[in-house]
């Protein structure tokens, strides 16, 4: 499998690019529009072929490239139930598998950070890889306080779920803004400091207390987003 991390220096958003080596198809997770060009750079000088663009959820803080890419490379767009885009392709539940030969990725509903937020694993690598969208972050969790997010939920879709993996998983977050680029379930239980609480009432207490501020391009990017990237 080829396995590419990129960043985008301006919302701090990590793009991830997989692709599979027999047949030469490749899946991008969370593209930014105002990298698609680099994308297909790599992408051609990787001799690969985008099959799939999909979003772990609806963003507020960067506008998709799912639609760009679409444009330019004829990838199908998939987006997880219950999305609200215009122009997806396909769409996904809870245990759906997204695949491109060998390549294969088990969608994981984790509402919480907003009501249509999914996360990825890979179980043909050892360890197992872990795309967590804005859900679980390195040493974090996504904000609950808009797009129907909940707490609660939130909780739930961590404990319940991303924190039983085996320790070993890797964990490859849609955000890090302080240079990290990956984490492993054994790492986020010790040291991350939102998940060092005695149950759900006490998460929600945590993130209701967080005050924190507007997402900055949120207004142009959340229209935009729910026509997979083109303006409204």
Do not use: W
Request: glycine fraction near 8%; charge should be negative; aromatic fraction near 8%.
């Amino acid at each position: 499998m080829i396995f590419r991390q990129i960043f985008e220096s301006e919302t701090h958003t990590y793009s991830y690019l997989l692709g599979d080596e027999a047949t030469g198809g490749a899946i991008l997770i969370d593209p930014v529009k105002s990298m698609v060009d680099q994308y297909i750079q790599l992408l051609n000088e990787l001799d690969l072929a985008l099959k799939i663009s999909v979003d772990t959820h609806l963003h507020a803080d960067h506008i998709t490239g799912s639609g760009l890419l679409k444009k330019n490379t004829g990838c199908a767009i998939y987006q997880g139930e219950p999305s609200r885009s215009k122009g997806v392709s396909h769409t996904f539940e809870d245990g759906d598998t997204l695949s491109i030969g060998e390549v294969e990725l088990k969608a994981i509903y984790t509402p919480g950070h907003t009501d249509d937020s999914y996360c990825f694993l890979v179980e043909q690598t050892r360890p197992y890889l872990l795309f967590t969208g804005d859900t679980l972050l390195i040493r974090g969790t996504g904000r609950t306080d808009f797009q129907n997010g909940s707490s609660r939920q939130q909780y739930e879709s961590l404990f319940l779920k991303l924190l039983a993996m085996p320790e070993s998983t890797k964990v490859f977050p849609g955000h890090d803004y302080h240079g990290m680029t990956m984490s492993t379930i054994k790492e986020e239980k010790q040291f991350n400091p939102r998940l060092q609480i005695k149950g759900c009432k006490e998460y929600e207490v945590l993130m209701s207390s967080l005050n924190l501020s507007r997402p900055r391009f949120m207004d142009e990017a959340i229209p935009a987003n729910l026509n997979c990237g083109s303006e409204p």
